[in-house]
Nanobody, 114 residues
Framework: QVQLEESGGGLVQPGGSLTLSCAVS???????VGWYRQAPGKQRELVAN???????NYADSVKGRFTISRDNVKGTSSLQMNSLKPEDTAVYYC?????????WGQGTQVTVSS
């Protein structure tokens, strides 16, 4: 059973930075890694994806501010978040998937507030 564990969330002031990490119990090679977020009262939304070869895509709301990365050897992924805004407040989830399967972490809370 694949397990994902996010870390690095917390409280940060507007304009600040945080780096989220995702540790996977097995290999991530061959899978797409995604970061999603869910704000109170809203649906879970995609933040960013990264494919095995390093290709990435981002939600328009985070382009230029967030950077997703992956380490296929260590089985980890990171989400570097800069210039954070109050509207970035949400629980952030790591996702690992292929065409048939998908696994989620338990999430980590990010709160952007002064």
């Amino acid at each position: 059973q694949v397990q994902l564990e996010e870390s690095g969330g917390g409280l940060v002031q507007p304009g600040g930075s945080l780096t989220l990490s995702c540790a996977v119990s097995g290999t991530i090679f061959g899978y797409v890694v995604g970061w999603y977020r869910q704000a109170p009262g809203k649906q879970r939304e995609l933040v960013a994806n990264i494919w095995v070869g390093g290709t990435t895509n981002y939600a328009d709301s985070v382009k230029g501010r967030f950077t997703i990365s992956r380490d296929n050897v260590k089985g980890t992924s990171s989400l570097q978040m800069n210039s954070l805004k109050p509207e970035d407040t949400a629980v952030y989830y790591c996702n690992l998937r292929d065409s048939q399967r998908s696994w989620w972490g338990q999430g980590t809370q990010v709160t952007v507030s002064s």
